[in-house]
């Protein structure tokens, strides 16, 4: 994780190696309240696996709309030894509350079998459309 990841809500940029794939949910409260202006800073690996560590490259973070609803237009990320694809997340429900940091994963994949930290709750639904992949997860914060 680096901090100070720049405000976007697309991650790709020209050349960007990996499948098209538009990440998207809602982030809810406890109570099932969906949360406006929550901070979601997400960070992953491109298709091959890599990860730019020097720069900015598929690091971005972004607020939730009126209704709850983000939206990430990135790359499908590859897998890298010793993990299965991922995307990480770090999300809080307001500058006083506690951040939650998570992983999210992708359904049938081999190597979620032998990851030791892949966690099933975690598995985002996936589609696919003629623009690319689409994956849908609803996040639930411990906070009213
Ligand atoms: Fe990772």
Redesign the pocket.
């Known amino acids: 994780y680096k901090p100070n990841s720049p405000e976007r809500t697309d991650l790709r940029d020209e050349g960007t190696a990996g499948e098209r794939l538009t990440l998207t949910g809602y982030v809810f409260s406890k109570n099932c309240e969906s949360l406006a202006g929550a901070w979601l800073d997400f960070w992953q ?1 491109d298709g091959n696996g890599v990860y730019d560590n020097a720069g900015y490259k598929l690091r971005g973070h972004q607020f939730t709309d009126k209704t709850g609803k983000y939206v990430l237009e990135t790359v499908v990320p590859g897998e890298y030894p010793g ?1 299965t694809p ?1 995307i ?1 997340v770090k999300i809080m429900a307001n500058d006083k509350s506690p951040i939650l940091t998570s992983q999210l994963y992708f359904p049938f994949e081999q190597r979620n079998q032998t990851d030791p930290i892949f966690n099933q709750a975690l598995v985002v639904d996936l589609t696919d459309t003629p623009e690319g992949k689409v994956a849908r997860y609803n996040f639930v914060l411990g906070t009213n």
């Open positions: 690996a993990r991922h990480h």
